[in-house]
């Protein structure tokens, strides 16, 4: 049996206040959305303060992985070395690789070149060169919460095209961040994400999202970056996903490796980028949680 919370019973937050005095005008604001037909979040994906700290504290150790990344990046280096230092570090400091053995994943780090789209997997016979451009999504696990994030690297000298690849594909993701606001829906962000692809003539990848992170590696909602403004779920304070449009050079079609399963390819050979961050939405906005 499951009785409705009412006004005096604790709150389901764990806060210890009562409901009337935490989540119970949340939760109507919520309900009126949800009576107008949108997507809302249930109380399963609204993370507490402690937690939100949590994923904040991981994030630290995914951001030095990244910066550690970003250093020693460099030609002539190959993606299992880039594996090794990401592994490492991240035990170093007392975590986990999220990626290793994840779904039956292989490594503790993805890297993608060129027209890898994500999930590439790094490899000692996989050498970088000169004009590469190259995406490394670190994840990390840190007493028990999930971070997630991941830039673009150029190696070396690339031509303009991939360069210019390279900075739309990270303004896309920031376009997305100033839509990140309570009270709105993902839609108006992957809406902003995609306009700003568009005007740069570029294509949104749409079968591969982000998603929900912080208790687990990949959590509701799955988030996309081609939606149209006022579809997809309501975002409310308390959520935590990842921004983390693929933005291709050609069209959007891709197509995964059938020998390992795992990497995406663009599908017309073109390039493509990703840049990554996880954000908690807020009161007022948003937080980059980790970038
Ligand atoms: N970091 C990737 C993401 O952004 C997850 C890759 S799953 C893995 O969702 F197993 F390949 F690591
Ligand atoms: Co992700």
């Given at each position: 049996?499951?009785?409705?919370l009412?006004?005096?019973?604790?709150?389901?937050?764990?806060s210890?206040?009562k409901?009337?005095h935490?989540?119970m005008?949340?939760?109507?604001k919520?309900?009126?959305?949800?009576?107008?037909g949108?997507l809302?979040?249930?109380h399963?994906?609204?993370?507490?303060?402690?937690?939100?700290?949590?994923?904040?504290?991981s994030?630290?150790?995914n951001?030095?992985v990244?910066?550690?990344?970003?250093?020693?990046?460099?030609?002539?280096?190959?993606t299992g070395?880039?594996?090794?230092?990401?592994?490492?570090?991240?035990?170093?400091?007392?975590?986990?690789?999220?990626?290793?053995?994840?779904?039956?994943?292989p490594?503790s780090?993805?890297?993608s070149?060129?027209?890898?789209?994500?999930h590439?997997i790094?490899?000692?016979?996989d050498?970088?060169?000169?004009?590469?451009?190259?995406?490394v999504?670190?994840?990390?696990?840190?007493?028990g919460?999930?971070?997630?994030s991941s830039?673009?690297?150029?190696i070396?000298?690339t031509?303009?095209?991939?360069?210019?690849?390279?900075?739309?594909?990270?303004?896309c993701m920031?376009?997305?961040?100033?839509?990140?606001?309570?009270?709105?829906?993902?839609?108006?962000?992957a809406?902003?994400?995609?306009?700003?692809?568009?005007?740069?003539?570029?294509?949104?990848v749409?079968?591969?999202?982000g998603?929900?992170?912080?208790l687990?590696?990949h959590?509701?909602p799955?988030?996309?970056?081609?939606?149209?403004?006022g579809?997809?779920?309501?975002?409310?304070?308390?959520?935590?996903?990842?921004?983390?449009?693929m933005?291709?050079?050609?069209?959007?079609d891709?197509?995964?490796?059938d020998?390992?399963?795992?990497?995406?390819?663009?599908?017309?050979?073109?390039?493509?980028?990703?840049?990554e961050v996880?954000?908690a939405?807020?009161?007022?906005g948003c937080?980059?949680l980790?970038?």
């Amino acid at each position: 049996m499951h009785r409705k919370l009412e006004r005096n019973d604790p709150c389901w937050c764990g806060s210890n206040k009562k409901y009337k005095h935490c989540h119970m005008q949340f939760d109507e604001k919520i309900r009126a959305f949800a009576l107008e037909g949108h997507l809302v979040p249930d109380h399963g994906i609204i993370k507490t303060p402690e937690q939100i700290e949590g994923i904040r504290e991981s994030g630290k150790i995914n951001v030095a992985v990244l910066d550690y990344v970003a250093a020693n990046i460099r030609a002539g280096m190959s993606t299992g070395e880039i594996d090794r230092m990401v592994e490492e570090l991240t035990r170093q400091n007392g975590a986990i690789p999220a990626p290793l053995g994840y779904e039956g994943f292989p490594k503790s780090v993805c890297t993608s070149v060129n027209d890898q789209v994500c999930h590439g997997i790094p490899s000692d016979s996989d050498i970088l060169k000169e004009g590469d451009i190259v995406n490394v999504d670190v994840s990390t696990i840190y007493r028990g919460y999930y971070s997630d994030s991941s830039r673009m690297f150029i190696i070396g000298q690339t031509t303009p095209e991939k360069e210019k690849l390279v900075r739309v594909a990270k303004e896309c993701m920031e376009a997305g961040i100033r839509e990140v606001k309570p009270w709105r829906f993902l839609g108006d962000m992957a809406d902003a994400v995609n306009r700003h692809a568009k005007e740069n003539g570029y294509s949104v990848v749409v079968d591969i999202g982000g998603h929900g992170v912080g208790l687990e590696f990949h959590e509701d909602p799955f988030v996309s970056y081609v939606a149209p403004k006022g579809t997809e779920m309501l975002m409310v304070p308390g959520m935590v996903f990842t921004i983390e449009p693929m933005i291709n050079a050609g069209r959007a079609d891709i197509y995964i490796d059938d020998e390992n399963g795992w990497t995406v390819y663009t599908q017309d050979g073109k390039p493509s980028a990703q840049w990554e961050v996880t954000v908690a939405v807020t009161q007022d906005g948003c937080e980059v949680l980790v970038w």
